[in-house]
């Protein structure tokens, strides 16, 4: 099995999709909504409206596959408040999101008026 870190760009579909779709619903999402190359070396992440539920599909050189990945007590952190409909993301930040982290709140840049 493939590591995340052997892709090189990493596409979240933001709205919730039917945890029903395999291979073929999927990749229609990708090539319809999304907009994007199935046979790129891409990972396409997709959640369910619960975000209890996450499939990853990609294409391995002979063909797709897909990693499941489903949440007993906790939700996945999801990018609820964005525009845009496909959101890329770092391959730290996918794998933070995998561990459960929420990485769409960000730090606020502080500034100061004087120092002491």
């Not at 999927?26 to 319809?32: F, G, K």
């Not at 369910?48 to 897909?66: E, H, P, Q, V």
């Not at 952190?77 to 409909?85: A, H, I, Q, S």
Request: charged share 30%; glycine share 2%; hydrophobic share 45%.
């Amino acid at each position: 099995m493939k590591s995340i870190r052997e892709f090189k760009e990493f596409y979240i579909h933001r709205a919730a999709v039917d945890m029903r779709k395999h291979i073929s619903g999927l990749a229609s999402i990708v090539e319809a909504e999304m907009k994007l190359d199935l046979k790129a070396q891409s990972l396409f992440i997709f959640c369910n409206r619960r975000r209890t539920l996450m499939k990853i599909l990609y294409f391995d050189r002979s063909g797709f596959a897909l990693w499941f990945k489903k949440l007993e007590d906790s939700k996945f952190p999801w990018p609820t408040l964005w525009e845009r409909e496909t959101i890329s993301v770092s391959v730290d930040d996918l794998s933070l999101l995998l561990d459960g982290v929420n990485v769409w709140t960000r730090f606020e840049e502080v500034h100061f008026e004087r120092f002491l």
